[in-house]
């Protein structure tokens, strides 16, 4: 048994989140990992996770009504067992190609975990299908259908705007914020909603996606010295996407890019203020050293966010995803 399957089996008895709202990494941390190359460090490190988390919730009802179920908690449980039904029943690229656009409004349920945690099973199951890595991904979809979440107006891209443009037009919040991510999200004022709309829509699927990520991982070095784990998930979330979209019909690309950006732009809306732009990282680290420091730093988001960063660099060549590496293996 893989590395990765054994550390799937022992986290398939946790729950999607813990300690009142904080999202269960476990999975994405030990996938990240294995994809950073160090599949030996993934046994050490969710022994020291798992003892942070919840146990599995128990199914209580048959999902029948979906509709009336998407983003009710407290039914995580029956969304583990729909799920799992759904992919013993049918190949899971047909179960990803369905729910997907139904699941897609919801781009901020768990404050973008649960596309992230969706993406890293996707991505995994894709190398190897297993029945691990089937009952993960069965638990990603689940947390995103429970934890879904739509955000104040539409994700669609309307306007005329390029994509620097419009992010430094979007409004800053200065209201009060949440303890959790995902309601502060949700206070953003009418004129977020607008100015979301103003951006044009994407020329180029792919390079679309690579831009989206480029854009939020500058906007991370800029600002991300304060609200930092905000800021990151504005990164890891287009990154694990952009990881994806080969497994996902091409005619849902369009909206997956719009709500990805609807999502980035409310984390940089809700949590700009008390930032300030700061000058970029120079002389990015070598790859290796930056996955090696991750891998000493332990933290998840460290790990995540090297690992997203590390794929974008192998796919752009850009440095600034090196850059973005080195600045969030300083502040996690």
Not at 39 to 48: F, I, K, L, M, N
Not at 90 to 99: Q, S
Not at 183 to 207: K, S, Y
């Given at each position: 048994?893989?590395?990765?399957?054994?550390?799937?089996?022992?986290?398939?008895?946790t729950?999607?989140?813990?300690?009142d709202?904080?999202?269960?990494?476990?999975?994405?941390?030990a996938?990240?990992?294995?994809?950073?190359?160090?599949?030996d460090?993934v046994?050490?490190?969710?022994?020291?996770?798992?003892?942070?988390?919840?146990?599995a919730?128990?199914?209580?009802?048959?999902?029948?009504?979906?509709?009336a179920?998407?983003?009710?908690?407290?039914?995580?449980?029956?969304?583990?067992?729909?799920?799992a039904?759904r992919?013993?029943?049918?190949?899971?690229?047909?179960?990803?190609?369905?729910?997907?656009?139904?699941?897609?409004?919801?781009?901020?349920?768990?404050?973008?975990?649960?596309?992230?945690?969706?993406?890293?099973?996707?991505?995994?199951v894709?190398?190897?299908?297993?029945?691990?890595?089937?009952?993960?991904?069965?638990?990603?979809?689940?947390?995103?259908a429970?934890?879904?979440?739509?955000?104040?107006?539409?994700?669609v891209?309307?306007?005329?705007?390029?994509?620097?443009?419009?992010?430094?037009?979007?409004?800053v919040?200065?209201?009060e914020?949440a303890?959790?991510?995902?309601?502060?999200?949700?206070?953003?004022?009418?004129?977020?909603?607008a100015?979301?709309?103003?951006?044009?829509?994407?020329?180029?699927?792919?390079a679309?996606?690579?831009?989206?990520?480029?854009?939020f991982?500058?906007?991370?070095?800029?600002?991300g010295?304060?609200?930092?784990?905000?800021?990151?998930?504005?990164?890891t979330?287009?990154?694990?996407?952009?990881?994806?979209?080969?497994?996902?019909?091409r005619?849902?690309?369009?909206?997956?890019?719009?709500?990805?950006?609807?999502?980035?732009?409310?984390?940089?809306?809700?949590?700009?203020?008390?930032t300030?732009?700061?000058?970029?990282?120079?002389?990015?680290?070598?790859?290796v050293?930056?996955?090696?420091?991750?891998?000493a730093?332990?933290?998840?988001?460290?790990?995540?966010?090297?690992?997203?960063?590390?794929?974008s660099f192998?796919?752009?060549?850009?440095?600034?995803?090196?850059?973005?590496?080195?600045?969030g293996?300083?502040?996690?």
């Amino acid at each position: 048994m893989s590395a990765l399957d054994a550390a799937l089996e022992r986290l398939a008895r946790t729950g999607p989140e813990w300690e009142d709202g904080l999202s269960n990494h476990g999975p994405m941390a030990a996938e990240a990992l294995v994809r950073l190359g160090f599949g030996d460090a993934v046994e050490g490190w969710v022994s020291g996770y798992l003892p942070r988390l919840d146990g599995a919730p128990r199914p209580s009802d048959r999902i029948g009504d979906w509709r009336a179920a998407l983003g009710d908690l407290r039914r995580a449980g029956d969304w583990n067992a729909y799920f799992a039904d759904r992919l013993a029943s049918a190949p899971w690229r047909e179960v990803l190609a369905l729910w997907w656009p139904r699941l897609v409004p919801g781009m901020a349920a768990g404050a973008t975990h649960g596309v992230i945690r969706t993406a890293h099973a996707v991505r995994a199951v894709a190398a190897h299908e297993t029945p691990a890595r089937l009952g993960e991904l069965a638990r990603a979809l689940a947390y995103w259908a429970a934890a879904y979440v739509e955000l104040p107006g539409r994700p669609v891209t309307l306007g005329s705007r390029p994509l620097a443009e419009a992010v430094a037009a979007l409004p800053v919040y200065e209201g009060e914020r949440a303890s959790r991510i995902t309601a502060t999200l949700g206070r953003l004022t009418p004129d977020f909603a607008a100015a979301v709309t103003e951006l044009r829509p994407p020329a180029d699927g792919l390079a679309a996606f690579h831009e989206l990520s480029r854009t939020f991982a500058v906007v991370f070095l800029e600002r991300g010295r304060v609200n930092t784990i905000e800021y990151v998930h504005a990164v890891t979330a287009p990154v694990a996407v952009t990881s994806i979209l080969g497994e996902l019909p091409r005619p849902l690309w369009g909206p997956t890019y719009a709500a990805l950006w609807q999502v980035c732009a409310a984390i940089h809306s809700g949590y700009a203020l008390g930032t300030t732009v700061s000058p970029l990282v120079e002389s990015p680290a070598n790859p290796v050293d930056l996955a090696e420091r991750a891998v000493a730093n332990g933290d998840e988001h460290a790990i995540k966010l090297t690992e997203a960063c590390l794929r974008s660099f192998d796919a752009t060549a850009d440095p600034v995803f090196l850059r973005t590496a080195e600045l969030g293996l300083t502040l996690v």
